[in-house]
């Protein structure tokens, strides 16, 4: 149920408001971005009544566009302070926040959500909801941590078509920001039984060797729509999930799939990008497949 008239418009950055310290800092990475891509950014306030025993509980405003007009209009003018000529509208909607989320940003260019609001469970990196948003969006979504960072953008392949998709995200966001690109392609093999540890490893050096040539062959053609842009590309043999973590340390977002080699069939969030989303420092970046257009490349080499 909706209770105001203002739908998100179409190709709109969507962010969730909620007033609290991670959904303000999901606000102004979700209105800088919107200003740097151009488009209105649209913000959606989720209002659950509270549950009571034998009914519903009656509060002192029972409106929700009463209560969540307030924190629109605050959250509004944050954003327009920090942006005076971005275009931003709102919208109040009753029902958890996921589903109301989801259902407001069905022509979203991405949705922007904090790593935790006030559904937040202790000890967890990442909230339900923000996991729930993940799992189920069809454009990418920004589960933000913290305030916008400097550093590279780092993004994990694993070959599928998935990750391709989420490279080209990352791609884009790198170009776009003026920050380098770190690609990461991790693959863990253990020892087989009975196989002597020399030809193990010599057989290991082959296979990382085989997945540079391809990895930066893939990139490389991928890359040629953002020239200058600075491309870093590692191979690693480590499990995905603690390479992508180690090597975004000192990153401003890590862009993942959301389903790549890593996942399970009939799994829509891959096992890495969800030990990505709960174990991440930065920002995380969750792109599904068929995202959205891209630009034609242009010929030009500019990996290293």
């Known amino acids: 149920m909706t209770t105001t008239s203002v739908p998100a418009p179409a190709g709109a950055v969507v962010v969730g408001v909620d007033g609290s310290a991670p959904s303000h800092a999901a606000l102004?990475?979700?209105?800088?971005?919107?200003?740097?891509?151009g488009a209105p950014l649209h913000l959606v306030h989720a209002f659950v009544y509270v549950h009571a025993m034998g009914g519903y509980a009656v509060l002192d405003r029972a409106n929700p566009d009463e209560i969540g007009g307030e924190v629109c209009a605050a959250a509004v003018a944050r954003a327009q302070a920090e942006h005076p000529d971005l275009a931003v509208t709102s919208?109040?909607?009753?029902?958890?926040?996921?589903?109301?989320?989801?259902k407001a940003s069905r022509e979203a260019r991405m949705v922007v959500v904090g790593a935790r609001g006030h559904g937040r469970v202790g000890g967890m990196l990442v909230g339900s909801v923000s996991q729930q948003i993940a799992l189920h969006a069809t454009c990418p979504v920004v589960v933000v941590r913290g305030p916008r960072a400097e550093g590279p953008?780092?993004?994990g392949m694993d070959g599928s078509?998935?990750?391709d998709e989420a490279l080209h995200f990352a791609l884009s966001h790198a170009h776009g920001t003026g920050a380098p690109l770190r690609v990461v392609r991790a693959e863990y093999l253990e020892s087989p039984p009975g196989v002597p540890p020399g030809e193990w490893y010599g057989g290991l050096v082959e296979r990382v060797k085989e997945l540079t040539?391809?990895?930066r062959s893939t990139v490389e053609?991928?890359?040629?729509?953002y020239p200058g842009l600075d491309v870093d590309v590692r191979v690693v043999h480590q499990h995905p999930v603690s390479a992508l973590v180690e090597a975004s340390q000192d990153a401003r977002l890590l862009v993942v799939a959301s389903r790549g080699l890593g996942g399970f069939?009939?799994?829509?969030l891959g096992s890495v990008s969800q030990g990505v989303l709960t174990r991440s420092p930065v920002s995380v970046a969750v792109v599904p497949r068929d995202a959205g257009p891209r630009q034609e490349p242009e010929e030009r080499?500019?990996?290293r």
């Open 161 to 163: 078509a998935e990750a």
């Open 221 to 225: 053609q991928a890359a040629r729509a």
């Open 265 to 268: 069939a009939g799994l829509l």
């Open 213 to 215: 040539g391809t990895v």
């Open 153 to 155: 953008v780092v993004v």
């Open 301 to 303: 080499d500019i990996t």
């Open 28 to 37: 102004l990475w979700a209105a800088a971005e919107a200003d740097r891509l």
């Open 91 to 102: 919208e109040v909607r009753v029902g958890p926040a996921a589903p109301q989320l989801l």
